[in-house]
């Protein structure tokens, strides 16, 4: 099954770049925290995406629900979007929710849950997106799985999935565990101590491993909800950046920052109530990151939008932390 797929924009990228002693420097806004430049909005009724670079070009996936507005399979998929063409792959994993891709040299994982707020975490593997197999991470009885994310440390894999239950693991929901591998199929979850944050409401969903720190990415209820960073060396113990948050809700979320959407799409976007920016992923692209984000009102109303930062992965990973 193929479907359709709306083409993407170019970005515009900030133009805002400091040069010192033949050093490039990334942009930073007026607080000192590192300038993404929001492009706008580029679909509807899509949260959880991840860009991602295979063979040299940028692909976002996409975990497609039953009410995307263009799925007429009355199921769940995942696809990947070919960002320069906009060309979609052919669908797979049917019925499985809330994937996230990470890719690996010469293979992509995504990794999703069979149903929300279930017990079973699974892996789909690919060397082309087309062909792909497919097994069972792990099995947790009695817990609430929803939201992962994978990344590679100098060692091994780390996956980051996040918990609703039970609520002596959880605390208040969402939390942040982790599981570590060698294979991506061999699967330790690691003890309940290794978690953030079990004292409010912290929904994990991007993963980071850069120079011996572990960055989580995640969304915080506070005036509304935006995205905030916290790193660890050892997963037990985190540190906020002081540069907090990451993104907000903002009117650059409802520029529409593709061609191709409907007047219906489009009212739909600037009529939205906008109090939330969350499931923030990126991949690094040329010396640029490309950052997906989903924005609305966290209650069902949600759209898909992108933006950019004009520096590398490790720029932007350490500016949230500046010595």
């Not at 019925?95 to 891709?101: F, I, K, P, Q, V």
């Not at 699974?122 to 991470?137: C, G, K, N, Q, Y």
């Not at 809700?249 to 061609?259: C, G, P, R, T, Y």
Request: net charge negative; aromatic share 14%.
């Amino acid at each position: 099954m193929k479907t359709a797929s709306l083409a993407v924009l170019p970005f515009v990228f900030g133009s805002i770049t400091l040069i010192s002693c033949g050093v490039k420097h990334p942009p930073a806004d007026d607080s000192g925290r590192p300038l993404m430049v929001k492009s706008g909005t580029i679909d509807a009724d899509l949260v959880e995406t991840t860009p991602i670079v295979f063979h040299n070009q940028v692909f976002r996936f996409e975990y497609v629900r039953p009410g995307y507005w263009d799925n007429q399979t009355g199921d769940s998929y995942f696809r990947f979007i070919q960002r320069e063409t906009g060309k979609a792959t052919s669908s797979f994993a049917k019925g499985y929710h809330l994937g996230s891709a990470f890719a690996d040299d010469s293979m992509v994982y995504v990794t999703a849950v069979n149903i929300w707020d279930g017990e079973q975490v699974h892996v789909f593997a690919s060397p082309d997106l087309e062909h792909w197999e497919h097994w069972m991470a792990f099995q947790l009885p009695g817990y609430g799985i929803f939201n992962t994310s994978l990344t590679k440390t100098d060692s091994n894999f780390m996956l980051m999935f996040e918990i609703g239950k039970p609520e002596s693991e959880a605390g208040v929901r969402f939390t942040a565990r982790f599981a570590s591998s060698s294979d991506v199929r061999n699967w330790e979850v690691l003890p309940s101590q290794y978690n953030y944050a079990k004292d409010r409401y912290t929904a994990p969903h991007c993963l980071r491993y850069l120079d011996g720190y572990y960055y989580d990415f995640y969304l915080e209820a506070h005036e509304g909800y935006e995205t905030r960073v916290v790193r660890s060396k050892d997963l037990e113990h985190w540190y906020a950046s002081p540069l907090n948050p990451v993104l907000r809700a903002s009117e650059q979320d409802k520029q529409v920052a593709n061609d191709h959407l409907s007047d219906a799409l489009r009212k739909r976007i600037q009529t939205a109530e906008n109090l939330n920016n969350s499931d923030i992923d990126f991949c690094e692209f040329n010396g640029k990151l490309i950052i997906n984000y989903s924005w609305g009102n966290q209650r069902g109303e949600e759209f898909l939008a992108e933006a950019s930062h004009d520096g590398t992965m490790e720029q932007f990973l350490k500016g949230w932390f500046p010595e």
